[in-house]
């Protein structure tokens, strides 16, 4: 066949992809599904909000001719500040499905850095759940762009008074819309490469960058995350993400769990471990997802109390290493199956998730653990390759680590309004992890690049020793960080945080590392503290620690 011939084309429908379907899905298909929703009021915050698809949908509409009213327009951003609930469930759908772009942004964040973020965006309105008025009256003054700021709550909660001048009310806005209207209403259909969505990443150097994802991209994210392989959601799961709806769509959950028309259970405000447990036992939580600082909070809280979990069988763990320790005990004494996750902002964020093969049933349950440690197998639509510093490709050893670059359809290809330049190398996205991958293309982290201990010319990786450090029974936590050394450069030092009431000395800790690494991967050094610093998306900032033990020495040997 030669070029120039044209293909003969098929001869299916052609339906845009559009974030508005899988709401619409939901509503038709799964419409009595449960939402259940943890309110956010702090007088009622024991209460839960019951609803279904079938009302998400109705209020989404509804939301969507609200938005219409207040002037805003395809394409314009709607920033939201709030916690995982059934208004921002509305607002994910409402937004996004009216043409608009909903931008979701971390109210961890500093205020000055929320200012500036909703300026870039140059947010026409901005959502924000009650928690965060105070926050809001702060920075409203500095959002020049914003034309109406929205309490995501009804007339009886609204402050009696507020710098914020003009305060408009969620429950309010939907009531004026006229409900014949609404019902009669159709939900958009345009170009399938439209933007949905709207998230910065954290940055934690330089001024944060946003990532723009289309509907394309977002519907694409939603089919694959909920694959076996990957997710695993079913109509029979109750799904409760703890990954927030702040920051990176909490990981795709909104869109996978209503197209495949499970149950969904979201926690609001309430994050610690005791009202994660009680909601997880109250629902019947099948299936949770979150970052590891989140779950050691429940597993403490499960521990402590000589708890067991009665319906939750699955968790995704991701956003940064899970701990073979929090894992073992996961699977051990809970009975819970782990996924280990990897991705970031700029990949929607899922690229890889954990797993075993067929042939890897009748391993001993070490070899097995090793595998489900790994980050894991690029899940259809990402391709990856690891590279040098020249950027040659390296081979698929299992040992050979190097930059890691991945591609794929829903993966950045140029940050919002062209901040920091084309990013892309040679068509790849360059990630910033430095990883391995094995024969079986099972992807191991060993660092970021920025975490990497360079001692002597080596590479030490940072995620190994504080693995080891964590799987100590007097460690809670644990953080590898390069200090200045005057012969070997750089040298890991240890910053740990012991158990409660737990005794553990420094040359204890070191003496638990022998026999376990190499000798020049041996920390020089521990420091215990009382806590470590944790970002806005609930890693460990080793920026801060880096900055704060620079001057830490080490003996010079
Ligand atoms: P997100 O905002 O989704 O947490 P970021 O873009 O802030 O993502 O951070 C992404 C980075 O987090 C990755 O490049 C990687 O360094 C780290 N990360 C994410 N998941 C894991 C994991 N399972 N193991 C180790 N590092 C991880």
């Not at 003009?166 to 345009?190: K, N, R, S």
């Not at 089919?223 to 109509?235: D, E, I, K, T």
């Not at 280990?340 to 890889?352: A, K």
Request: proline share 6%; net charge negative.
């Amino acid at each position: 066949m030669t070029l120039e011939q044209s293909p003969l084309m098929g001869q299916m429908m052609h339906q845009p992809l559009m974030i508005s379907s899988i709401i619409q899905f939901a509503a038709r298909h799964y419409g009595s599904g449960e939402i259940v929703s943890r309110r956010i009021e702090p007088d009622l915050h024991d209460a839960l909000y019951r609803s279904t698809y079938r009302d998400c949908e109705r209020r989404a509409r509804t939301l969507a001719l609200a938005l219409a009213a207040q002037g805003v327009a395809m394409g314009q951003r709607v920033g939201t500040l709030a916690w995982n609930g059934y208004r921002h469930l509305e607002l994910y759908y409402g937004v996004s499905g009216s043409g608009a772009v909903l931008h979701t942004i971390n109210p961890r964040l500093h205020p000055e850095q929320i200012a500036w973020i909703v300026n870039h965006a140059e947010d026409q309105l901005l959502f924000f759940d009650i928690t965060f008025l105070p926050l809001v009256e702060a920075i409203a003054p500095a959002c020049p762009t914003v034309r109406g700021f929205v309490l995501m709550s009804d007339r009886a909660h609204m402050p009696a008074s507020t710098a914020i001048p003009g305060l408009l009310c969620y429950e309010d806005l939907l009531d004026a819309v006229d409900q014949a209207a609404a019902d009669a209403w159709t939900w958009p259909v345009f170009d399938e490469n439209a933007a949905a969505s709207l998230c910065y990443t954290s940055g934690t150097t330089g001024n944060p960058k946003g990532v723009l994802y289309s509907h394309r991209s977002t519907v694409l994210h939603a089919y694959a995350a909920a694959l076996p392989n990957v997710l695993n959601v079913s109509a029979a799961d109750t799904v409760l993400p703890v990954v927030p709806m702040f920051h990176v769509n909490a990981w795709g959950l909104p869109y996978s769990v209503l197209l495949c028309g499970a149950k969904m259970v979201l926690p609001g405000a309430r994050l610690d471990g005791k009202s994660l447990y009680d909601l997880f036992e109250g629902e019947g939580v099948t299936f949770s997802a979150g970052v590891p600082t989140v779950w050691l909070g429940l597993v403490n809280y499960a521990l402590q109390n000589n708890l067991q979990f009665s319906t939750f069988r699955r968790t995704v763990i991701g956003g940064s290493a899970c701990p073979p320790a929090m894992m073992d005990t996961l699977i051990d004494r809970f009975n819970v199956q782990v996924i280990h996750g990897w991705g970031m902002t700029e990949m929607s964020p899922l690229g890889t998730t954990g797993g075993l093969l067929a042939r890897h049933r009748d391993l001993p349950v070490h070899e097995q653990r090793a595998i489900l440690q790994k980050q894991g197998h690029a899940i259809f639509g990402v391709d990856m390759k690891i590279v040098d510093d020249e950027g040659a490709e390296l081979p698929w050893d299992g040992r050979s680590a190097g930059h890691l670059l991945v591609k794929g359809p829903w993966i950045l290809a140029s940050y919002f309004r062209g901040e920091g330049g084309d990013p892309l190398q040679g068509g790849w996205f360059p990630t910033g992890d430095v990883a391995t991958i094995d024969p079986d293309g099972f992807m191991q982290i060993t660092d970021r690049s920025k975490d990497v201990i360079k001692s002597g010319g080596e590479w030490i990786g940072s995620i190994d020793l504080e693995n080891i450090a964590m799987a100590h029974p007097a460690v809670l936590q644990a953080a590898c960080i390069a200090v200045k050394h005057p012969k070997w450069d750089e040298r890991p030092l240890l910053v740990v945080v012991r158990k409660p009431g737990a005794d553990l000395s420094r040359e204890t800790l070191l003496g638990w590392f022998d026999g376990k690494v190499a000798r020049f991967w041996m920390p020089d050094d521990v420091v215990f503290v009382d806590a470590l610093p944790i970002g806005g998306t609930g890693k460990i900032q080793k920026n801060r620690l880096r900055e704060q033990y620079r001057e830490h020495q080490v003996a010079a040997e």
